[in-house]
């Protein structure tokens, strides 16, 4: 387990995450006696053996410079530097001087035998320096195998106020993401615009320095700000928090504009390119595809960009011999899930940030469950319709009298003026011939739209493969046990394919599983944007029955590549019963509902 150090300059806290430390560890040395000949000891502190060694007089000149020393708590708190010898000292700019300074020292003092792999330490500077060693410094042989973030230990002094590791670099401390996407250049716009937009920052006044007065009598600040963004805030994810261990995928223009080009050209091969079509356009009474606007579609790169865990690269380098696609995803904090066996990672180039890790995208595809929200239409279609697509898409043996019952459940919403009306009108028909017990009805799914004229155009619904949740909504009758549907995808050349072994439905078992669309046996049932627990609706009990995908009929079901082009294809559903008798009289069907699998990618 890696351990954290933590320190806060103003009460001076440590805290580990492995060991707590208990009051009287405070200001105290974690090794209290020296044991590792590693280790050279002096009675001198710090800060003495610093000023009276001439191999450490420029480091030791930027402390005494920056007021490193007359900051040192003066009642015998312990401490620990990390300096360079004169050889290795790089001269930081005059506006870093402070800053880099302050990132060379901590106010806890730990000995090497208490460091390990993975520990960070809280410098002044208010970032951390990660520990790391190899497997020779994991034996005990720590010089020249422990680095303090880039630096490799040289050697180490025990002084009478704490520890001086002496480095071979100056610290370089990595930015955090809030830094880092602040100086994204303009290749990365589009996403830094998302990152920032929800977002601002706020002055500091009580953790700002003052550092002098201006010409106009202005009070100078060194100025800390408070970043604000109400995205990352509701996932308590504080971009600029160094406690913070994330991971950030970065997304260029250019890999944006391709994903968004390649959604809308799968779009157009799904015949779904009408923008009348791939839009609900306020209206929820018609089928629709994917989300209500393409800055829905573009949030979901924001949503699947920041994780709450430090991914390395050997977790981002997808499994091979794994029968679950779903086992190469992560998930965000966003619960969107990046699948690693599809979506293209720089990984030969991780950016290493002060509270997490940032991964260059190379190519990226929005996944098809993204693009489809669910697949929904009631069979109140069928008056849609004229004759001849009736008698084509409404096929069925022993059945007559077909028609739709308009609002036979009166239309209801939980919160007017907000969610549309909505009620159900099933189609209903009746057994043409009791004596013969087999009913049929194959149905063609399909879609409809309004036309210019006054009618209405309807085209069988066409489904991209992959794998979908399927439900759908009766009227249940006494009688009709037991209700047989099988699903059948057809290719270019019209022959069919079986996608699932045919299912056996209990629709008189007393409950309201597959009443109209009243199912609520299913999660994630509802419809877009719709919450059952807003506080605002007000239809109290039944606000969980509103416009749901209805009663299970597969748990997954796959729509083969049949054209082997990921090319939509036209389904149908057999739907047929086998125990007909004289109270069998009325069969009512209300919609049907294909939802895409977290596996549909």
Not at 281 to 287: A, C, I, K, R, T
Not at 341 to 358: E, K, R
Not at 561 to 589: H, I, P, W
Request: charged fraction near 20%.
């Amino acid at each position: 387990m890696k351990r954290y150090l933590y320190i806060t300059i103003a009460s001076a806290l440590v805290l580990s995450s492995c060991n707590t430390l208990d009051d009287d560890s405070y200001y105290k040395d974690l090794e209290t006696e020296n044991q590792n000949a590693e280790v050279f000891s002096t009675d001198e502190t710090c800060a003495a053996y610093l000023q009276n060694h001439a191999e450490y007089s420029r480091i030791s000149q930027l402390f005494q410079e920056q007021g490193i020393y007359q900051d040192l708590p003066s009642s015998g708190e312990l401490h620990t530097f990390l300096v360079v010898t004169d050889a290795n000292y790089k001269a930081p700019a005059a506006d870093s001087a402070a800053y880099v300074a302050k990132s060379h020292i901590t106010n806890i003092s730990v000995a090497p035998s208490k460091l390990n792999d993975g520990d960070r330490l809280l410098m002044w500077h208010n970032k951390y320096v990660t520990i790391s060693m190899d497997e020779s410094a994991l034996r005990g042989n720590i010089i020249g195998h422990m680095q303090f973030n880039n630096a490799t230990l040289m050697e180490v002094i025990k002084a009478s106020d704490g520890y001086i590791y002496v480095i071979s670099d100056m610290i370089s401390t990595p930015t955090s993401l809030q830094d880092y996407i602040n100086g994204l250049g303009d290749e990365y716009s589009i996403f830094k615009q998302m990152v920032l937009s929800s977002g601002g920052r706020e002055f500091d006044k009580a953790n700002s320095k003052v550092i002098g007065i201006d010409s106009n009598g202005n009070t100078i600040y060194d100025t800390v700000w408070i970043y604000t963004n109400t995205f990352f805030d509701a996932k308590n994810f504080d971009l600029s928090s160094e406690a913070l261990k994330a991971t950030m995928l970065l997304f260029s223009n250019k890999v944006i504009e391709e994903a968004l080009a390649e959604a809308m050209a799968k779009y157009e091969s799904w015949g779904y390119a009408d923008k009348t079509i791939l839009m609900r356009n306020g209206s929820m009474d018609e089928v629709f595809v994917g989300y209500s606007s393409w800055e829905d579609i573009q949030n979901w790169i924001l949503e699947v960009a920041f994780f709450n865990k430090t991914y390395t690269v050997a977790d981002l380098t997808p499994k091979t011999d794994v029968e679950d696609p779903s086992e190469n995803d992560i998930t965000s904090i966003y619960s969107r899930n990046w699948r690693t066996s599809v979506q293209q990672l720089d990984l030969a180039h991780p950016m290493n940030l002060s509270n997490g890790i940032a991964y260059n995208v190379v190519k990226f595809k929005i996944p098809n469950n993204r693009l489809i929200y669910r697949l929904h239409e009631e069979f109140s279609v069928y008056d849609k319709c004229d004759a001849d697509q009736k008698a084509a898409y409404f096929r069925s043996e022993n059945l007559t009298n077909f028609k739709v019952n308009t609002n036979e459940v009166e239309p209801w919403t939980p919160r007017s003026g907000y969610w549309p009306l909505h009620g159900d009108s099933p189609l209903h028909c009746k057994v043409a011939d009791n004596s013969n017990s087999h009913l049929e009805l194959d149905f063609t799914p399909l879609r409809s739209r309004s036309n210019a004229d006054g009618g209405y155009d309807v085209l069988p619904m066409l489904v991209p493969p992959g794998t979908y949740r399927m439900a759908m909504g009766f009227k249940q009758s006494v009688g009709m046990n037991p209700f047989v549907i099988a699903v059948y995808a057809f290719d270019a050349a019209g022959d069919s394919v079986l996608c699932a072994e045919p299912v056996s439905l209990n629709l008189n078992d007393g409950s309201t599983t597959y009443h109209y669309d009243r199912g609520a046996t299913l999660s994630n049932r509802l419809p877009e944007y719709y919450n059952a627990n807003d506080e605002n609706n007000t239809a109290g009990s039944k606000n969980g029955y509103y416009w749901t995908d209805g009663g299970p009929i597969y748990t997954e079901i796959t729509i083969p590549d049949l054209n082997e082009d990921g090319s939509a294809l036209r389904l149908l559903f057999k739907m047929t019963y086998e125990n007909a008798n004289t109270q069998t009289t009325d069969l009512v069907f209300n919609h049907w509902c294909l939802r895409p699998t977290v596996n549909n990618y």
